[in-house]
C-alpha cells in the first residue's frame, strides 16, 4: 500500500465505509457549522492546515487526517457548486 500522503482524496474517500462518511460529515459540520464557519474557504484552510499536519503524524494519524481534509474539501465542492445546500448526514 502507498503511504497515505500518496492517496488520492478519492482512494481516501474509498477506504471508509458509508457510515464513516456521514460520520465524519456530521462531525465536520458540528465542528465548522455552529460557529458559521461551514463555508467553501474556511472548509478549503482547515484541509490544508489537516494535510500539512498529517505529515508530522505515524502513518495511521496521517490516515485519519487525510480523511478529514478529503472530506473537508469534498464538503467544501458541494458547498460552492450548491449556494444553498442540503446538511450531508
Do not use: C, F, H
Not at 465505509?17 to 474557504?41: H, N, S, W, Y
Not at 484541509?47 to 494519524?61: G, I, K, P
Not at 481534509?69 to 469534498?74: K, Y
Amino acid at each position: 500500500m502507498n503511504t497515505p500522503e500518496d492517496l488520492s482524496d478519492e482512494e481516501l474517500l474509498e477506504m471508509l465505509t458509508p457510515r464513516q462518511l456521514a460520520e465524519l460529515d456530521r462531525a465536520i459540520a458540528e465542528m465548522m457549522g455552529p460557529e458559521g464557519l461551514d463555508k467553501v474557504i474556511s472548509l478549503q484552510v482547515m484541509a490544508q492546515l489537516y494535510t500539512v499536519r498529517a505529515a508530522e503524524r505515524d502513518e495511521t494519524s496521517a490516515l485519519a487526517m487525510l480523511q478529514m481534509a478529503a472530506a473537508m474539501r469534498r464538503r467544501a465542492e458541494i458547498l460552492a457548486a450548491d449556494p444553498k445546500p442540503k446538511p450531508l448526514g
